[in-house]
Nanobody, 124 residues
Framework: VQLQASGGGLVQAGGSLRLSCANS???????MGWFRQAPGKEREFVAA????????NYADSVKGRFTISRDNAKNTVYLQMNSLKPEDTAVYYC???????????????????WGQGTLVTVSS
């Protein structure tokens, strides 16, 4: 599994960005998550999606603004971010979980593979 995150950039508050995470490996039968890490802070959960796409969950701080989705035919997971705020500024990471039955996909320790991160900067 090789995850490549992209789509970050500089955007004004209230704007939108869509992040992508492509898996160049052979299989994409994993649950996927997005995390972020702001300078001087710990990495935190943003959103997760099951392999089928049938279940998603979000951090309270992004509910109603961010949407996680996936296209298994393209081996890609997306994070649509709307109504961005300066506090959303961070490096965003995608991650893959091999265990379909994981109980807690908000924890970094649940995930087996990580992408390299893409920087999102939201100006006020």
């Amino acid at each position: 599994v090789q995850l490549q995150a992209s789509g970050g950039g500089l955007v004004q508050a209230g704007g939108s960005l869509r992040l992508s995470c492509a898996n160049s490996g052979r299989s994409f039968r994993y649950a996927m998550g997005w995390f972020r890490q702001a300078p001087g802070k710990e990495r935190e959960f943003v959103a997760a999606i099951t392999w089928s796409g049938g279940n998603t969950n979000y951090a309270d701080s992004v509910k109603g603004r961010f949407t996680i989705s996936r296209d298994n035919a393209k081996n890609t997971v997306y994070l649509q971010m709307n109504s961005l705020k300066p506090e959303d500024t961070a490096v965003y990471y995608c991650a893959a979980d091999r265990d379909w039955g994981s109980a807690d996909r908000t924890s970094t320790s649940t995930y087996d593979y990580w992408g390299q991160g893409t920087l999102v900067t939201v100006s006020s």
